[in-house]
């Protein structure tokens, strides 16, 4: 037998609070991730950006010579 829980409106209050907390930190928790890939994203095209240019300047400085 399933017993059906009748709440009092502070009790849903409190559970409609609770809801919009956890989709709130949800939220938060995604936009973080998003902004932390976007970070990594920069910093890969940078080191890639010197890993190649920094060589190809080097023999640019020293062939001349």
Do not use: H, N
């Not at 928790?29 to 910093?43: L, P, Y």
């Not at 940078?46 to 062939?63: K, R, S, W, Y």
């Amino acid at each position: 037998m399933s017993k059906t829980k009748k709440l009092t409106a502070k009790q849903r209050a409190a559970r409609v609070q609770a809801a919009k907390e956890r989709e709130e930190r949800a939220q938060a928790k995604k936009e973080k991730e998003s902004r932390r890939k976007q970070i990594f994203t920069i910093v890969v095209c940078v080191i890639l950006v010197l890993a190649l240019g920094i060589p190809t300047m080097a023999i640019a400085v020293f062939g001349a010579s």
